[in-house]
């Protein structure tokens, strides 16, 4: 039979986990994300003010952003809004390396671990029509989720399910509408995901 895990040991690995005031936790938002939020009428530039959230894009989802900004995209004011604040107020994030594309040099990148390698070489990237890297930008972000929080709104390639296991987690819009409806605060909404999942993890860790 497996270990029962009482009440007040997963409740500390809950907390161990979330680390809520000793860390910062990274949050990127996809690019089709941010429509959803701002529709929503969501604002995590203020929901993040003074908590453990920090927000960060990749150079490709700048390149998205900005993408989205020009005259001629289909982006409603309020995500232009959006869009606007985060590049304001965001810093960029991304893997280590020398090239023009999705890295970022030394003192800025991250070290890509071998999970992390394994899930960005599993994805076809390409750019699309209007040369978008959107495959390379989904990549990197399914391949941060192992340790910062990918809010998107794509639930239809499996990709997004590669993550690798970690502090972070990649959070589908759709998860996550389901609990601002209740907790219209985007920090408070992503603590409870976070804790669904560890609560989740705790319970199914016990031993034979």
Not at 87 to 110: E, H
Not at 158 to 182: E, T
Not at 184 to 202: T, V, W
């Amino acid at each position: 039979m497996g270990r029962k895990l009482s009440a007040a040991t997963w409740f500390a690995f809950i907390d161990d986990c979330l680390g809520m005031n000793q860390m910062q936790q990274t949050v990127i938002i996809d690019n089709c994300a941010v429509d959803r939020l701002a529709e929503f009428g969501v604002n995590p530039i203020e929901d993040f003010e003074g908590t453990e959230f920090r927000l960060m894009y990749t150079p490709d989802l700048k390149r998205e952003y900005e993408q989205a900004l020009s005259a001629s995209a289909r982006t409603s004011p309020q995500a232009r809004k959006l869009i606007q604040q985060i590049l304001k107020t965001g810093n960029l994030i991304g893997f280590f390396g020398f090239d023009d594309g999705p890295c970022l040099g030394f003192d800025r990148g991250v070290w890509a671990g071998p999970d992390q390698c394994d899930v960005i070489a599993s994805v076809n990237a390409r750019d699309n029509a209007r040369g978008l890297p959107r495959k390379r930008t989904d990549a990197h972000l399914v391949a941060l989720g192992r340790d910062a929080i990918v809010i998107t709104a794509n639930a239809n390639e499996a990709h997004w399910m590669r993550s690798p296991k970690g502090m972070g987690h990649v959070i589908q819009w759709n998860d996550l509408k389901s609990v601002l409806q209740n907790q219209p605060n985007m920090a408070e909404a992503i603590r409870h995901l976070l804790s669904a999942k560890y609560s989740s993890r705790a319970l199914s860790s016990g031993h034979p």
